[in-house]
């Protein structure tokens, strides 16, 4: 409801309300009441700032760049190739640290409910061992619960949809913190141990991405220490870079899978590439596979061997059988058909619950019992089945970890228990190699069905925990089933091995609930070891997505929008073109002239209904018949760096021996800036004037207001802007684009849908 | 020179051989191999021959290799492999062992090693010799031998008796009852037999898990096969024929437990549905042109 005179006033003033995160209008909108709803995902966060992936070049850049000779540029390289092999050492030895701990702590869980049973099948009483079981594994989900849910939410998940949002350039708060890491890492080890549907194999790709961050920045501001070393990569870019390598390092680790760890990065993450980062990043990734390699040889006490690439081994499929034939390729298409519905259920189960659990079990105390809950009736669930089932196998020559005998003759063990009482990646194992006959259909398709509903329910959940293996685990039990079915329909002969179903399962499972491609297919081959299976996993995974795709979106990007999180995706909106940059932008804006007056300078950043991060600069031309042109863009943090160190005008004038604000200033307070509440400014000092000219980055990104959504977009996402400011064509300064503008376009089931702004 | 003496030697053997008796079958083959070399010797610009003393020790060899395999084979069922064979195994292993460590004395090249292991396409020596190695590990029988593996070592010799003992005591048992009991009804047994049967079962959990305990890889997390067979036997017989473990099965406690259990979240996501406060958004409208503002402004511009 701007009048066209409001409109025209924009230009000519220089300093009216302006915009980056975009909050009310000024009070000529008439309808200002506070628009309450419940929350939906058509809604976009203001929680969410973005990352400044474009480097301010600003002067005291250029000079710094012109200082640093040749030799210099080489040392900062070599730094760079050195900050990869740490991080790779380190996110192996994180690695290898979760999977000893959780072998070892789950191990002794088992024996003791193992031991517990045992003695309760004999005398009577299996209902103590029953609420053993469930309380313990629901007391070990409560404390890993407790600590994500108190002091760091940001550490529940995978941790994959925050690490995707950061490298699409969304700063997430916390993402990248220490503490963060030590309670994934805690987190990841109580809810493997609590016994719940999840992997650690997720949450790996989280830790990694922390771990580069930490590294490259060479301090910690959690612990308030200053290593004083890799100051030059103390910025958003150098950052992002890092995170990405850390994020194929975790991969790699997770799965033994350094090309797969490469490609996740591409496919998922980085929306800025080129072949330098690639190839340092595969330096990282094999680092990271080969310090977990040879630290687990040498605690499993064969250390030359070097035989566990990765957290899951997916063991061997190169024996003769494994192979498959042409035959079977239309077989495991069929199969990709299946995964990708089972996939999308999974997903549409899972949006419900998700809203469900954001509208109405917000608080942290609600949360953990939830959890709680959940863990204990995983143990019951588990329980009830291996109690009902009677398929009994003999433990000769099998090569169980916990065989639970309960009702089966001696020297025999309850099947079921293969699959429930264990941890999950040695069940995904087990379904994989277990000779056939292991399992009988009626135990896979029950399992199935569990796992799957348990699957579902516990992804969501406040814990730190990963959904790659629970959907590795759906899909290999019912591959197996449908292998065990083929080979019996067929009366046996040739389609003799289950356990090739099983992997295509899992692959079709898997690919149907993430909806992952490249990356995923060259993980599943590098952890089976073998490159034939290459186009068979392929075609199911592509069938998979495909079908799936049809129903629901994939998970994390489901959980991205659900968070309201103003993600940009590969392209813009397909029937956008009609929009154009003056639609999209905000405005008015706040512009600051190139010489201002503290007072205003800093009454524009406290001013609370207007958080904006970018101001664009204008010639200070004091009579107002002259244009206002765009000179520059200056953000917050740089302001209140100035602010805080008093670069004023008069001062500079007064005292000669003033210091000269460097390039080292900013980087001293990067990343977390202190608030403008903080830095006191006194009366005198406000009547002082502040020149920006050296500081604003002098050559913005700028459109004209005819520009197209789609152009405009991809000038964003190809340089990963945080402003972009539209000029008329006097260069005046009209609007300003930001992530939030692009973001909330979306192609929704109707066509285009535009998203709300939401305070959350 | 060799060559000259080949025959003379031959018939030496052969007149051995002939003194050895009983042994018919071997002495044939021998003949027949004999004559075929005694008269392949004749022939001009045949190959080098074995020496003497290698030959006899391949004879050895084979003659070992089929008293090994005699054994194994008759003591497939029951498995007593290890018991009754490891004798057998050591000697074929010294065998095979002075072969391969056995020098010709005519010169360098003509060893025994080379000639009987490498000379061939075949090499049938060697695949014999790997084959009862294999045999040998995949049955594990080093672990219940002692270490110079001479004779069974103390925890399988307890093993073994209290074996026999619990058989004893099942056939015992069995007699009495066959007279005047329908074959399905075994409690007797079932209450005679529990003690030496727990005994025994112990006694064999205990064995695997300082197994266990002791080696690391997986290979060695078995016992040797004639322990597990046993115990195997002993297990079907005990809970297949004789119906003797009845676990209690308190299937009523249990389902009251898990359903408790189950009830639990329902009660829990109700109640938070109910008394939660659901979460609001506030809704914040963006600055922005709008839309008919838009085109007023368009249709301005334009005119």
């Not at chain 1, 916390?174 to 994934?184: E, N, Q, S």
């Not at chain 1, 991405?209 to 070393?229: C, E, H, W, Y």
């Not at chain 1, 398709?445 to 814990?463: I, K």
Request: charged letters at 20%; one cysteine or more.
């Amino acid at each position: 409801q701007l009048t066209p005179s409001s409109f025209l006033r924009i230009g000519q003033l220089s300093n009216v309300d302006l915009n980056e995160d975009i909050h009310e209008l000024e009070t000529e909108v008439p309808r200002q009441r506070p628009n309450e709803i419940p929350h939906n995902e058509k809604l976009l966060s203001l929680k969410y700032e973005s990352l400044d992936y474009d480097n301010s070049e600003n002067q005291l850049f250029l000079e710094e760049e012109r200082r640093i000779n040749h030799a210099a540029f080489r040392t900062v390289e070599i730094k760079r190739w050195v900050i990869c092999a740490m991080i790779g050492i380190l996110t192996g030895l994180v690695a290898c640290f979760i999977d000893i701990v959780v072998e070892n702590l789950a191990g002794l869980k088992y024996r003791v409910v193992k031991d517990n049973i045992d003695k309760f099948t004999a005398k009577g009483g299996l209902s103590f061992s029953l609420l053993l079981w469930a309380t313990l594994n629901a007391s070990v989900v409560m404390v890993g619960s407790l600590i994500v849910a108190f002091i760091e939410p940001v550490a529940a998940g995978s941790g994959i949809p925050q690490i995707k949002c950061y490298l699409n350039g969304v700063k997430i708060p916390h993402v990248v913190r220490l503490k963060t890491l030590v309670i994934k890492v805690c987190g990841v080890i109580l809810s493997v141990v609590g016994g719940l549907a999840v992997g650690k194999e997720g949450p790996m790709i989280h830790s990694g991405s922390v771990i580069a961050a930490g590294i490259s920045q060479g301090r910690s501001t959690s612990l308030k220490r200053d290593f004083k070393i890799f100051e030059y990569f103390r910025r958003d870019t150098e950052k992002r870079d890092f995170v990405s390598a850390g994020a194929a390092a975790g991969v790699s680790a997770a799965f033994g899978a350094p090309v797969g760890g490469v490609l996740f990065s591409l496919e998922e993450g980085a929306s800025f590439w080129n072949q330098f980062l690639t190839w340092r990043i595969f330096f990282a990734s094999m680092i990271s596979t080969f310090t977990l390699n040879s630290v687990l040889s040498v605690y499993h006490g064969n250390a030359w061997d070097l035989s566990s690439p990765g957290l899951i081994n997916f063991g061997r499929f190169d024996s003769e059988k494994m192979g498959y034939t042409i035959q079977e390729i239309p077989i495991f298409i069929f199969m990709g058909v299946v995964g990708g519905i089972l996939g999308a259920l999974f997903n549409a189960l899972n949006y419900w619950l998700t809203m469900f659990r954001i509208r109405y079990i917000h608080r942290p105390c609600l949360q953990v019992v939830e959890a709680m809950l959940v863990a204990a009736v995983t143990a019951t669930v588990g329980f009830v089945m291996i109690y009902c089932s009677r398929d009994c196998q003999p433990i000769q020559g099998s090569s169980v970890a916990y065989p639970l005998q309960l009702f089966c003759a001696d020297g025999e063990y309850n099947s079921m228990a293969t699959a429930f009482f264990n941890t999950p990646e040695k069940s995904v194992v087990n379904l994989f190699h277990d000779p056939p006959g292991s399992y009988n259909p009626m135990t896979l398709g029950m399992f199935t069905l569990m796992y799957f509903f348990l699957a579902c329910w516990t992804y969501g959940l406040t814990v730190s925990a990963g959904v790659f293996i629970p959907s590795l685990l759906i899909g290999a039990a019912w591959g197996r089933l449908f292998g065990i079915s083929l080979s019996y329909l067929t009366k046996g002969s040739i389609w003799a091995d289950p356990g090739k179903y099983a992997l295509m399962g899992a692959a079709a499972q898997l690919g149907g609930i993430v909806r992952m491609t490249l990356s995923l297919t060259v993980i599943m081959m590098e952890a089976t070891g073998n490159v034939t299976y290459g186009f068979p996993i392929m075609l199911v995974l592509m069938t998979a997505k495909i079908v799936g795709d049809y129903f629901v979106e994939g998970l994390y990007d489901m959980h991205i929008q659900l968070q309201s999180v103003p993600f940009l995706h590969w392209e813009a909106p397909v029937t956008s073109h009609s929009l154009t940059a003056r639609e999209v932008m905000s405005t008015p804006v706040t512009c600051l002239r190139r010489i201002e007056r503290v007072g205003t300078v800093v009454d524009i950043l406290s001013d609370t209904s207007s958080n904006h991060n970018g101001f664009p600069v204008v010639e200070s031309n004091p009579d107002t018949t002259q244009v206002a042109g765009l000179r520059g863009l200056i953000l917050r943090s740089q302001l209140i760096v100035l602010l805080k160190h008093k670069v004023f005008v008069e001062r500079a004038n007064l005292s000669v021996v003033q210091r000269r604000l460097k390039l080292k200033d900013f980087r001293d307070a990067y990343p977390r800036f202190p608030p403008i509440q903080s830095i006191h400014v006194s009366q005198d000092e406000r009547e002082c004037m502040i020149d920006l000219s050296e500081f604003m980055n002098p050559s913005p990104y700028t459109v004209p207001q005819e520009a197209s959504l789609p152009r405009v977009f991809k000038l964003f996402r190809a340089l990963g802007l945080r402003h972009l400011v539209v000029v008329d064509n006097r260069n005046e300064v009209v609007g300003m684009v930001t992530r939030k503008d692009l973001a909330r376009y979306r192609l929704g089931k109707e066509g285009l849908e535009e998203l709300s702004l939401a305070q959350t | 020179l060799c060559r000259a003496l080949l025959p003379a030697l031959a018939l030496a053997l052969l007149g051995l051989a002939a003194a050895a008796g009983p042994r018919q079958t071997p002495v044939l083959e021998l003949a027949e191999e004999l004559a075929e070399e005694l008269w392949s010797a004749g022939l001009p610009g045949d190959l080098p021959e074995l020496e003497p003393e290698c030959r006899s020790l391949l004879a050895a060899f084979a003659e070992g290799s089929a008293a090994l395999t005699d054994c194994l084979g008759r003591r497939a069922r029951p498995v007593r492999l290890c018991q009754g064979c490891h004798g057998h195994y050591r000697r074929l292993l010294a065998q095979y062992g002075s072969i391969a460590r056995a020098v010709g004395n005519s010169s360098e090249s003509h060893n025994c090693a080379k000639s009987i292991l490498t000379s061939d396409r075949l090499q049938i020596v060697v695949t014999l010799s790997e084959f009862f190695n294999e045999t040998w590990e995949a049955a594990n029988c080093a672990n219940c031998l002692k270490n110079n593996s001479e004779g069974l070592s103390n925890s399988t010799e307890e093993f073994l008796d209290l074996f026999n003992k619990s058989l004893t005591c099942f056939e015992h048992n069995l007699q009495g009852q066959a007279i005047d009991l329908s074959p399905n009804n075994y409690t007797e047994v079932c209450k005679n037999c529990n003690e030496t049967y727990t005994k025994l079962n112990d006694l064999y959990n205990h064995l695997q898990r300082m197994n266990r305990q002791g080696g690391e890889s997986a290979h060695s997390a078995h016992l040797c096969i004639d322990v597990e067979d046993a115990m195997n036997i002993t297990r079907k017989l005990w809970s297949r024929t004789f119906n003797c473990s009845l676990p209690c099965s308190d299937t009523v406690p249990v389902i009251a437990v898990s359903s408790f259990i189950l009830f639990l979240p329902i009660v829990f996501y109700l109640s938070s549905f109910l008394h939660s406060k659901q979460k609001k958004r506030i809704l914040i409208l963006p600055k922005r042109i709008q839309s008919n503002a838009n085109l007023v402004n368009i249709q301005e511009k334009y005119s």
